[in-house]
């Protein structure tokens, strides 16, 4: 079994009709994202202020949990405005741009 001890402890429950961000499959579990936050930068209406993209969690079938967990799979993550999804970082996001590759933490999916 890949399920790492992290896995167990973060993992959780998703909605019924929730669907995997790789195959759209049924998803279930979700995963919070490699990283937290994405595209930070400044606010383009306001220069006061800064704005920071917070990743949802990543919603798993078994089999693509499975993957993410032992590496196989590589998590990109597609910020264009109408997009901002999860996908297979191999793949084109739906909106016809690739999907950015996500930084895996150290110690993040994987335990060492
Ligand atoms: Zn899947
Ligand atoms: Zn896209």
Redesign the pocket.
């Known amino acids: 079994m890949a399920a790492s001890r992290y896995a167990r402890q973060m993992s959780v429950a998703v909605k019924p009709d929730v669907r995997c961000v790789v195959c759209g499959e049924l998803a279930t579990v979700a995963l919070p994202p490699p990283s937290p936050t994405i595209a930070r930068g400044p606010d383009p209406e306001d220069a006061d202020y800064q704005l920071t993209g917070v990743l949802p969690d990543v919603a798993l079938c078994a089999t693509h949990e499975e993957g993410v967990l032992d590496g196989t799979i590589a998590l990109g993550c ?3 405005e ?4 999860f996908g297979d970082s191999t793949q ?6 690739p ?1 950015v590759k996500l930084p895996v933490k150290r110690n993040g999916y994987r335990k060492s």
Not at 82 to 85: G, K, N, W
């Open positions: 597609c910020d264009a109408s997009c901002r999804r084109l996001s739906p909106c016809g741009e999907f």
